[in-house]
């Protein structure tokens, strides 16, 4: 996404968010994403940043997607329902080991092993 003022955006991602039942008769609201710089550009600046003053642009994206949480979190207790908020954890395999997979350089059994994943 660019525009004239701002340039290019310098991340991408997907996400997921769904409204599962618990079996108990609640439900589960959960949310799974992927982001990714969008250039090597960003990818460098991304490293700077996390470099110099330990903080990763990628983390930025969480942010509304925490808030929507708490805003539903929010509203069931004010409607007297019973919700908590899990724990929140990220997981960032390391792209080497991929791009050695993608090379042909690593097996799949190997890079299985190594990517962490749920």
Known sequence: ?????????PG?????FDLEPNGSGGYIF??????RTADEL???ARDILE?????DLLDQGSKPWRALQAK??????????????GVDFNRRPNFDDIEDF???TKSLEE???????I
């Open 30 to 35: 959960y949310i799974r994403g992927t982001d």
């Open 12 to 16: 991408s991602g997907n996400r997921q």
């Open 51 to 55: 470099w110099a003053i330990d903080i």
């Open 102 to 104: 993608l090379n042909g």
């Open 42 to 44: 960003s990818g460098g």
């Open 72 to 85: 539903i979190h929010q509203y069931i207790q004010e409607q007297e329902g019973q919700s908590s908020i």
């Open 111 to 117: 890079i299985t092993n190594i990517i962490p994943c």
């Open 1 to 9: 996404m660019s525009d004239p003022y701002n340039l290019s955006h």
